[in-house]
Nanobody, 126 residues
């Protein structure tokens, strides 16, 4: 098991910023690749961003490019998602995910991630 706990969600006006965190309670945090996904009611989970275990490689979904930044602090066992210039369409439950098996080019696919947090709600008002 890889316990993952997201935090940092909340209400924000359009144009504002939020920083999500995902804390992992494990000693092998530096051995997992991680990602952020989001989901709104009635829709499939959408890839937001991913980061390799070293932190040297990142990838973003189209909706996140230029506005969101994924990062991690392996010393603190924590994953982050800095979200700027938020839009109402960013409203969703945001999930962090982890995998020991490197997803390589499949990092955007939720099936590649074995472990998931419970999610944190982000609501952006217009």
């Amino acid at each position: 098991q890889v316990p993952l706990v997201e935090s940092g969600g909340g209400f924000v006006q359009a144009g504002g910023s939020l920083r999500l965190s995902c804390a992992a309670s494990m000693r092998t945090f530096s051995m997992i690749d991680m990602g952020w996904f989001r989901q709104t009611p009635g829709k499939e989970r959408e890839f937001v961003a991913a980061i390799a275990r070293t932190g040297r490689s990142t990838g973003y979904g189209d909706s996140a490019k230029g506005r969101f930044t994924i990062s991690r602090d392996n010393a603190k066992n924590t994953l982050y998602l800095q979200m700027n210039r938020l839009k109402p369409e960013d409203t969703a439950v945001y999930y962090c995910a982890a995998t020991y098996k490197p997803p390589y080019l499949r990092y955007m696919e939720e099936a590649e991630y074995a472990y998931w947090g419970q999610g944190t709600q982000v609501t952006v008002s217009s």
